[in-house]
């Protein structure tokens, strides 16, 4: 649809929005019930009727009688005034709608009607028609029945800042797993990660808790090398075979993982990109739940070894020859992502950098869910109420989110020279979610409005069937549109 139809489809929708204000202005006037005025009008009418009969034949006997009587004055005569002049009454003229199906006539009937009465169509009508006290009503009942989903200064103020803190951060703290050269220059890495992947608290840790688990936990999708695949897996090295399994991945594990234990396979993807599925010798399949208990033993007997687990999901980065806009060498040449994933593995880029990289979307939603909490604790908002206006609060999530991925990748391309590494991985996983909820509580609170509307309409054609319709019926139905 073009611009031009666009425009005059908002001049008729706003030309009739105006006229039905207008109807419901005077609804809102009318302070009698219409049927009980009909029914009086009725038992007069009915009284008339039988005096005029009684007229009649006092009339005819007068004749008869020989009495002459006056004409019958017309009923136009009656209805002049004691003083002669016609009675006025204060009628609302209802615009004439073509009825051709002309619609440029519609419109430019529209445009006519709003230019007399002085709308601009650039903001909405009904704030220019409603009296503000009935506008600050009808936004209060609104708010009541739905929510306040508005956001003010204070808002904007609090994402910004959560989304800019985040990414501040996300710099100073997060930045790449550990220290290296890249493109000819030495880009720190992170404390955290560096402390958390320290050689001798790893060893530590690993000899403490998790040891004990590697021979509780053998599995069929440990090959650490191509040779050990029957060549059938190229790539394959002892430092990057956890990467190329999907059963060593922390999410898709409990699905590919499970399955080979199931079915005494393995499951990796090759250098070159390609599933592969290799049945495992020496292996005797297990039941689901001994799967499951294995899966978990294996993938702790290997979190603090030197290697590592890849973060979620990151294996299925190698999937195919999909292009990126990274160059791993002074070329220049950019390469796929199973290059690019291979690499961010070899430098540290495992679970525990994840966990260290969890605090810039942390950073962001714990900054909005305090905020948005502590405001409806000091307004007086109940659970209820907050639950109405839960929408307001996946928006400014979403918003934060939105802002410190951006932030992310501006780190990447301007502070560490385009770095893979330097991607903040579990930030970019956080816009999944984010995004979901905020979809699904606008469809959620749609469907209230809609329902609210329906009940309205339904409350309306009930009553109208017998009654006129209550001013209040005609209040709710204009707080629910605007």
């Known amino acids: 649809m073009s611009g031009d139809q666009l425009s005059a489809a908002a001049a008729v929708v706003a030309y009739q929005a105006v006229t039905l204000t207008e109807l419901r202005g005077l609804f809102d006037q009318a302070e009698f019930d219409l049927k009980d005025v009909l029914e009086r009008e009725l038992r007069v009418s009915d009284t008339l009727d039988s005096v005029e009969s009684e007229f009649d034949a006092v009339r005819a006997r007068l004749q008869a009688m020989g009495v002459l009587v006056p004409a019958q004055e017309s009923q136009s005569s009656a209805m002049v005034t004691v003083s002669g002049e016609a009675p006025s009454y204060r009628r609302y003229a209802v615009p004439i709608v073509p009825t051709d199906d002309d ?35 009808s936004l209060r009942g609104y708010a009541e029945e739905h929510g306040d989903v508005s956001w003010d200064k204070t808002d904007w103020t609090v994402v910004l ?3 800019a803190l985040a990414t501040l951060l996300d710099i100073i703290l997060v ?10 220059k030495e880009y720190p890495g992170s404390p955290l990660t560096k402390w958390l992947q320290d050689k001798d608290r790893a060893q530590d840790i690993h000899a403490r808790f998790f040891k004990r688990f ?16 029957g060549g059938r897996v190229s790539g394959m090295s002892s430092y990057t075979h956890r990467l190329q399994s999907l059963g060593h991945d922390p999410a898709l594990g409990f699905l590919y993982g499970v399955a ?24 005797d399949p297990v039941d689901l739940i001994t799967a499951l208990i294995t899966q978990v033993r294996h993938l702790l007997s290997d979190v603090y070894t030197p ?9 299925l980065l190698q999937l195919g020859q999909v292009g990126s806009p990274f160059a791993l060498d002074p070329s220049g040449v950019k390469v796929p992502w199973t290059e690019v994933a291979r690499y961010m593995y070899k430098n540290g880029y495992d679970l525990r950098h994840f966990f260290t990289m969890g605090i810039t979307p942390g950073v962001v ?3 909005i869910r305090g905020y948005w909490l502590l405001k409806s604790y000091a307004t007086g908002g109940m659970a209820a109420q907050r639950k109405l206006e839960h929408a307001k609060l996946t928006s400014m999530l979403l918003l934060g989110h939105s802002i410190a991925t951006s932030g992310t990748l501006l780190k990447t391309g301007l502070v560490f020279g385009m770095n893979p590494a330097a991607l903040n991985y579990n930030q970019i ?20 409005i809609s329902q609210a509307l329906e009940k309205e309409w339904e409350l309306l054609l009930t009553e109208s069937e017998g009654q006129s319709w209550p001013a209040s019926r005609v209040t709710n139905l204009g707080r629910l549109s605007i």
Not at 106 to 126: K, Y
Not at 175 to 183: A, L, V
């Open 103 to 137: 619609f440029d006539q519609l419109v430019r009937l529209a445009e006519a009607r709003l230019d007399l009465l002085g709308i601009d169509l650039t903001r909405d009508p009904l704030q220019q028609v409603l009296p503000a006290g009935q506008i600050a009503r």
């Open 161 to 163: 800042l959560a989304g």
């Open 175 to 184: 930045r790449i797993p550990q220290g290296s050269t890249f493109g000819g």
């Open 214 to 229: 590697e021979k509780l936990a053998k599995v069929p999708y440990d090959a650490s090398t191509t040779w050990a695949t």
């Open 260 to 283: 080979d234990l199931m079915h005494g396979t393995g499951t990796y993807i090759d250098k070159a990109g390609r599933l592969v599925q290799v049945p495992a010798t020496g292996y």
């Open 307 to 315: 290697a590592g687990l890849q973060p979620p999901f990151f294996s």
């Open 365 to 367: 939603s714990a900054i």
């Open 429 to 448: 996983l956080a816009m999944a979610p984010a995004t979901i909820a905020w979809f699904k509580e606008a469809i959620a609170r749609d469907r209230r």
